[in-house]
């Protein structure tokens, strides 16, 4: 039971990365969570229909980690005990980026590898230990309950299989539904404006098949992603990943029409066309350990909450409903469990007497944009591919440019190196960028071009 509750009972809508790091936040504000999920939750660490990006490869980054671990203390030991693969970010992971001058160093960054399954598995099991959380599966939302006169959000309305439709109350609904489309049905049907949306659209398509790993692979990585080039025919890329069981999950990508078939023959073909033959020579050999999946990624899109003036009382979007990340970059989990870390800080900002729930979703959009800016900074370099859809952002040039200059420096300079690993695994803001002192010594590496 939360000691400190400021209100009766919270839902969350979807049992995700996001929706379970939301409840545990929630956990301790609340007399009870519930969490509603569509699909049926195995006792392991099971793919399921609701989640069909969780058989790609999924890597956490250690900002993620972080996160995960400030709401389930001690969490990375769980990881450990799932099966993790214990990789060095800057020197196990072998990085192939055409014209990359950066070596490969040990800046002390501990990834901890795992299935997607797994990972929320572990979330899952963690959940089990706090009393007032239940998750219900099997329990699909079909609609947001609204007070008489719109301004609120009053419960959801789900359909439990085998039990028909029923309603719950809550004093909070948190959307973690992925789409978010609760949320937007909800808006629509109050007549609230909808959120305005930055679209990038890249048209990525995946395949993914898990191997075990063979006797005679190569000792000097533990993992291998691959980039591609510039023009549209050499865009393919691959995470090759490892995870519990002693395997590899490998997953390739190509953009705009170019996606990966789903034959194994077809696989193994497209993998031998990856610009360097790194993870090839490593697969071509290995034992298959599973079909292969696909997967359609169209657009990173980025949800503009904090534009409504308007917002119902009592709800909340978090994770993919907010914002969907080229997975490439692999931020979406990590940034989910960030959002839940910021709920749980306001949460314990707010304290009765008033009305503790009224201006939480204002105050939660609020800090959005700061806690997006970095990983969606990388989602705008998808741009450097000429057929990518939206906006390009109007200093684009000026961002290669520092790009390739922050590359340079990093090169020489293990410190810098660091620092720039520490904001890709969004542990440091992008903002760190903008210390005069660094910009003076990036300055002339501009000025070479
Ligand atoms: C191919 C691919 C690879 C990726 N790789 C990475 C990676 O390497 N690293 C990384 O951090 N991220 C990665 N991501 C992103 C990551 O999967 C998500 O960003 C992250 O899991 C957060 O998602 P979420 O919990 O918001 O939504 P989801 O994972 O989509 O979960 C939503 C949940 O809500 C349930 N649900 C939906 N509607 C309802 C309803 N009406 N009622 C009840 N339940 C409902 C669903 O069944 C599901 O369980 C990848 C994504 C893709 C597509």
């Known amino acids: 039971m939360a000691s400190e509750a400021i209100a009766r009972q919270a839902v969350v809508i979807g049992a995700g990365i996001a929706g379970l790091a ?3 936040a929630l956990s301790d504000h609340f007399e009870q969570v519930v969490v509603l999920e569509r699909d049926s939750l195995c006792d392991g660490p099971v793919h399921r229909p609701g989640t069909p990006q969780a058989g790609h490869a999924h890597g956490l980054l250690v900002g993620g980690q972080r996160a995960l671990s400030e709401l389930f203390p001690g969490f990375e030991r769980d990881l450990v005990e799932a099966g993790a693969v214990l990789v060095r970010s800057n020197i196990d992971i072998r990085f192939e980026r055409p014209g990359d001058p950066v070596p490969q160093r ?3 960054l501990l990834n901890y590898a795992l299935s997607r399954p797994a990972i929320e598995f572990a979330v899952r099991l963690r959940l089990r230990s706090y009393a007032n959380i239940s998750l219900r599966d099997r329990c699909r939302v079909s609609e947001l309950l609204a007070s008489p006169d719109g301004t609120a959000v009053t419960g959801v309305r789900f359909d439990e299989s085998g039990a028909g439709s029923q309603e719950l109350r809550a004093d909070l609904v948190v959307d973690a539904s992925g789409r978010g489309a609760p949320t937007l049905a909800m808006l629509k049907t109050t007549g609230l404006p909808l959120p305005e949306e930055t679209v ?6 995946y395949a993914t098949a898990v191997f075990h790993i063979p006797g005679d692979a190569p000792a000097d990585w533990k993992s291998v992603l691959t ?3 510039l023009s549209p025919t050499s865009a393919r890329g691959a995470l090759l990943w490892p995870i519990e069981g002693n395997r590899w999950i490998l997953s390739l990508a190509g953009r705009h029409g170019d996606a990966p078939p789903g034959d194994v023959d077809g696989f193994m073909a497209f993998a031998r066309t990856l610009r360097t033959p790194t993870i090839y020579s490593a697969v071509k050999n290995a034992r298959l350990d599973s079909e292969i999946a696909r997967y359609g990624f169209r657009d990173n899109v980025l949800r503009h909450f904090e534009r409504l003036e308007v917002f119902p009382r009592g709800l909340i979007p978090i994770g993919d409903s907010i914002c969907r990340f080229n997975p490439v970059h692999g931020q979406g989990m990590s ?5 839940a870390c910021l709920l749980r800080e306001l949460l314990a900002a707010q304290s009765p007497p008033g009305d503790p729930l009224q201006g939480l979703a204002k105050a939660f959009f609020e800090k959005i944009p700061m806690l997006i800016e970095t990983p969606w900074s990388v989602a705008t370099f998808d741009f450097m591919h000429p057929a ?3 906006q390009r952002p109007a200093d684009f040039e000026t961002r290669i440019k520092f790009a390739a200059a922050f590359m ?4 020489d300079d293990p410190d810098f190196h660091r620092l720039t690993a520490e904001v890709q695994h969004l542990l440091k803001p ?3 960028y903008r210390d005069p002192a660094l910009l003076q010594r990036v300055l002339p590496l501009l000025a070479q071009g």
Not at 335 to 339: D, G, L, N, R
Not at 408 to 411: G, I, N, R, S, V
């Open 227 to 229: 980039f591609g080039g």
């Open 200 to 205: 990038i659209g890249i048209d990525q398509g």
């Open 430 to 432: 992008r903002s760190v």
């Open 335 to 339: 940034v989910a469990a960030q959002e």
């Open 388 to 390: 990518t859809r939206g």
């Open 106 to 108: 040990d800046l002390g």
């Open 408 to 411: 340079k420096l990093a090169a």
């Open 22 to 24: 939301a409840a545990r």
